[in-house]
């Protein structure tokens, strides 16, 4: 089998893989997205792509249209935990918050159970 062409889902750099690379985790050198390698069959151009996060440890993935609503290993070596690729129509999380995080945590617990103990109230 020929090597393949293709482009970073990421940053669309242009890279190529060989056939024993095809389905397997990479990482492109300019922008560090891990992606998987596509088979020779997905090098069409028109090929849908879903970009998300490992909801363990936080980092991007990608994957291909054959992958989507699949549960796959998350990549890094370090991680390696279960994610479900996400079909691009799934409406998506908010990612910034997952990441950063409340700036006190106890203040907004306190509020939920403010709000919680005092429905009729209207907490701002």
């Given at each position: 089998?020929?090597?393949?062409?293709?482009?970073?889902?990421?940053?669309?750099?242009?890279?190529?893989?060989?056939?024993?690379?095809?389905g397997t985790p990479a990482s492109c050198p300019e922008c560090e997205w891990t992606f998987y390698v596509p088979h020779l069959e997905g090098e069409n151009r028109g090929s849908a792509i879903v970009k998300f996060f490992c909801p363990h440890c936080n980092r991007k993935l990608s994957a291909t249209e054959k992958e989507f609503a699949t549960e796959m290993p998350c990549p890094f070596a370090d991680c390696g935990k279960p994610v479900l690729v996400p079909r691009p129509d799934w409406k998506s999380m908010p990612t910034t918050i997952l990441r950063?995080?409340?700036?006190?945590?106890?203040?907004?617990?306190?509020?939920?159970?403010?709000?919680?103990?005092n429905p009729n109230s209207e907490s701002a």
């Open positions: 089998m020929p090597s393949i062409r293709f482009q970073c889902p990421n940053c669309s750099v242009k890279l190529s893989a060989e056939p024993d690379q095809f950063k995080g409340a700036p006190d945590a106890k203040d907004l617990i306190a509020k939920a159970e403010s709000i919680n103990r």
